[in-house]
């Protein structure tokens, strides 16, 4: 069965071992609804502003983007 979930929001890290440092200071189990690859997750976007708020707390930041807010590439 295939699930469609719309205004997901993306969890990107360059280097995988950044998600184990966030693991040490944030419970991304509770915000996390599934994994891309290992240095990408799906987040639930209902979340995003606690988890942005845990961020905040800890002192780290996060650089939020909009869909449609990079660079477009011509096929």
């Known amino acids: 069965m295939t699930t469609l979930h719309k205004n997901v929001a993306i969890l990107r890290v360059s280097d ?3 998600l184990g440092e ?3 200071v944030v419970d991304l189990d509770e915000h996390v609804m599934g994994w891309l690859s290992e ?3 799906v987040l639930d976007p209902h979340a995003l502003k606690d988890l942005l708020a845990v961020l905040d ?13 990079g660079p477009s590439v011509d096929g």
Not at 57 to 69: K, Q
């Open 22 to 24: 966030l693991r040490a």
């Open 16 to 18: 995988p071992r950044a």
């Open 39 to 41: 240095t990408e997750a």
């Open 57 to 69: 707390a800890r002192g780290l930041s996060a650089l939020v983007r909009r869909a449609g807010s």
